[in-house]
């Protein structure tokens, strides 16, 4: 496919399980970001990936989050012991410029700890 | 604290009229600004964005207004179309200062468009 695409779509999960949320970029895209939408809230910046590495980790709320990118393509968010205030939804987008102006948002992982 | 404001979580026009959208922010630092439109189960989808240095931009029924010393955006829809309703963000970055290119949002607004 020609966008960005997320997995799960949807992930309802028990308080203290670890989840991972995958993200498929466009292909080319050298910058990755993961953002999080809170209900009723904006968009907010978790982590900012260019290639490999990941220069800009200053969104993520505790060590409990982590992601990774692996070829310059695939990324996984990873949350582990999960709380009820990680319910959001998880978006992923990506960018051909280090800039990031331009980014392509996938469809989002709805995920809710109960 | 947030640097980018919707203050108006929701509008509602009649087909055929304008829609105007507002944003503010607190950052002298932005200087790259977007508009996304977000319907429900998808990802936010680009709409039209403005840079520092321009005061508008337009981009077929979409213009988007900068004004720099009130720290103020806005996004105009004009004819406003059902097909317009959707939730819309703004959204700021750093742009050329900036060594990510991370986009901090606003809350949101979400556009009713009546038939």
């Known amino acids: 496919g020609a966008g960005v695409s997320q997995s799960p779509s949807n992930k309802v999960t028990e308080k203290g399980k670890d989840v991972e949320l995958r993200c498929d970029p466009i292909?080319?895209?050298?910058?990755l970001y993961w953002y999080r939408q809170s209900l009723g809230q904006g968009l907010e910046f978790l982590i900012y990936?260019?290639?490999?590495?990941?220069?800009?980790k200053s969104g993520l709320p505790s060590d409990r989050f982590s992601a990774e990118r692996t070829g310059g393509s695939v990324s996984t968010l990873t949350i582990q012991r999960t709380q009820q205030e990680d319910s959001a939804v998880y978006l992923c987008?990506?960018?051909?410029?280090?800039?990031?102006?331009?980014?392509?948002f996938g469809p989002g992982t709805r995920l809710t700890v109960l | 604290d947030q640097q980018v404001k919707q203050n108006s979580p929701s509008l509602s026009v009649q087909e055929g009229r304008i829609s105007i959208l507002n944003c503010d922010y607190t950052n002298s630092m932005f200087d790259y600004f977007l508009w996304y439109k977000k319907y429900p189960a998808e990802g936010p989808t680009f709409l039209i964005s403005i840079s520092s240095i321009k005061d508008k931009n337009e981009d077929g029924r979409f213009t988007v207004f900068l004004n720099k010393s009130a720290k103020h955006l806005s996004l105009h829809i004009v004819p406003s179309q059902p097909g317009d309703s959707a939730v819309y963000f703004c959204?700021?970055?750093?742009?050329?200062?900036?060594?990510?290119?991370?986009?901090?949002f606003g809350q949101g607004t979400t556009l009713q468009v009546k038939p």
């Open positions: 292909s080319g895209h050298t910058a």
């Open positions: 987008a990506s960018s051909p410029d280090r800039r990031g102006n331009e980014q392509f």
């Open positions: 959204a700021a970055s750093a742009g050329v200062r900036s060594n990510t290119g991370k986009l901090i």
């Open positions: 990936f260019q290639g490999n590495s990941a220069p800009d």
